[in-house]
């Protein structure tokens, strides 16, 4: 299982773990409160974010030979 884990501040997390192909657990804890989401991976916009990062790295970080 892949799972990434966001520390926002003292209080405040957000973990995202991969369940399946297309199905993520999405923890959210605020305030001492902890809310659990299914998300599937169309709902959670992975694919759109994962390729604007790629392409924004690409852009910015590797030279291009033009």
Request: charged share 25%; hydrophobic share 40%; net charge negative.
């Amino acid at each position: 299982m892949k799972s990434v884990n966001f520390q926002l501040d003292h209080y405040n997390s957000l973990e995202i773990t991969q369940v399946d192909d297309r199905l993520f657990e999405v923890r959210l804890e605020l305030n001492g409160r902890i809310h659990v989401f299914y998300m599937t991976r169309e709902q959670l916009g992975a694919d759109q974010r994962i390729e604007a990062i790629h392409a924004k790295l690409l852009n910015d970080y590797i030279p291009s030979f033009d």
